[in-house]
């Protein structure tokens, strides 16, 4: 018997394990019965189309080795007395912070072009969990920035994104409000870091214990049997 292979769910159906059906590839039904387990064959076209595209690897990639140089960058320069390497790595640290915005910004507009992959098939709550915690994440790749530019606009620092482009106050210097804002952008720093050991915990589970494509569709470099798992 003949039937299309596409999608990782499978259906019984007459004592026989059929995969979703896709136009782009074929091969026959194995019985259930049988003690070694069907497993997907490779197909070119369903490899292109569970994984991002270049663009979005890329973006996702550079963003997150951002945020990670910039954690790091924030919690050394802090506990430094002040002194000209301080400043420059205060400047670093807010050019880094306005260049994830700007990513960000990039991310959501290339994801607005190119259609996304089909999601992997999974329950629905963790469906409806990783649609939340993807959205919080992008929240806070947005605002974090923010609150600390206008951190530093209370403070009477204008920010000057690579040392070379001064950017405008968003507010007048005031240091009761500067006081505040620090701890809203130290504590959003914190929720953007637990928000992302918690995606990258997700990840490691479905590559690990689900067995499916979430991660290796992500990766910048994937030998081709790895889109399709046993």
Known sequence: MLFHSGDARTAQRGGRREYAASPSCYRFVTDVSSTVAPRKPFCEAEFVTQRYNSAAIALH?????????????????????????????????KSIGITIFVLTSG??????????PVPVAMPPWQRRAAAV?????????????????????ATGVQVVYLGAIPLPNLVPKDKALADVLRVVHISLNSLLFTVICI??????????????TVLTRMLPVLRRNAATRP
């Open 61 to 93: 990639w550079l963003t997150a080795v951002l945020i990670l140089a910039n954690l790091l960058l924030g919690l050394t320069m802090v506990r430094m007395p002040i002194s000209p390497q301080k400043l420059h790595w205060y400047l670093w640290h």
């Open 199 to 212: 995606h990258v915990a997700a990840a490691l589970k479905h590559h690990f214990v689900d067995r499916d």
């Open 133 to 153: 915690a993807h959205a919080l994440l992008y929240v806070l790749l947005f605002i974090t920035p923010i609150s600390g530019w206008i951190y530093s606009s």
């Open 107 to 116: 991310r959501l507009a290339w994801r607005a072009i190119r259609p996304h």
